[in-house]
């Protein structure tokens, strides 16, 4: 396979992220959303890494990207499981309260 091919299926899932992110309104959605942008993201940096297999950049910047992901799903949920107890709904267009 090309890296056409990677690159196609990227776009496919980033759209989708970005589709799920602005579209939906359920913060688990929309963290999902974040997920699936960042993986797409990952298949693009090993996608590049193979088609250059001398240069190990991209799956030095893959792994930066997990552990990033990883970080943001640490404080995402917990701010989703705090605000949960708060309001008991997971609805953004009720998340004006983490304003002040």
Do not use: C, W
């Amino acid at each position: 396979m090309g890296i056409g091919t990677y690159l196609a299926l990227a776009s496919v899932l980033f759209g989708i992220g970005s589709a799920g992110f602005l579209v939906r309104r359920n913060m688990l959605i929309q963290l999902m959303s974040i997920e699936l942008m960042l993986n797409s993201v990952n298949v693009l940096l090993l996608a590049f890494n193979r088609a250059y297999p001398e240069n190990h950049d991209g799956q030095l910047f893959a792994f930066f990207v997990i552990a990033v992901a990883a970080a943001e799903l640490v404080i995402g949920l917990s701010i989703l499981i705090a605000y949960y107890r708060i309001k008991k709904t997971l609805d953004t267009d009720d998340a004006t309260l983490l304003k002040y």
